[in-house]
């Protein structure tokens, strides 16, 4: 059975940093897509950065510069690192793995979902 375990959310202030981790049980987690998305307060859920099992990533336009994926294959863990916070950064961080060979921007693309972590943005 496919599970998806985020950790790593919190309350932090404007231009912090914070680093989320998911540990999946994928096998083998080298054939998933893996990829983080966000859903804030009164908004869809929304595709925040993916990467492939070869590494190519693509990073929705608000978060670039900002924000670093990375993945560990013999770990079965992907991380997300998220530098100069913005309040509008606020959301449940949701990871999602799907078999395949590129990334994907949509929701329902994915097959698998973690339970979420918040991350909440103080100015």
């Known amino acids: 059975q496919v599970q998806l375990v985020e950790s790593g959310g919190g309350l932090v202030q404007a231009e912090d940093s914070l680093r989320l981790t998911c540990a999946a049980s994928i096998h083998p987690f080298s054939n998933y897509n893996m990829a983080w998305f966000r859903r804030a307060p009164g908004k869809e859920r929304e595709f925040v950065v993916g990467?492939?099992?070869?590494?190519?990533?693509y990073y929705t336009t608000s978060v670039k510069e900002r924000f670093t994926i990375s993945r560990d294959n013999a770990k079965n863990t992907v991380s997300l690192q998220m530098t100069s916070l913005k309040p509008e950064d606020t959301a449940a961080y949701y990871c999602a793995a799907r078999p395949g060979t590129r990334v994907v921007v949509t929701t329902a693309d994915y097959a698998y979902w973690g339970q979420g972590t918040q991350v909440t943005v103080s100015s």
């Open positions: 990467i492939s099992y070869m590494h190519s990533t």
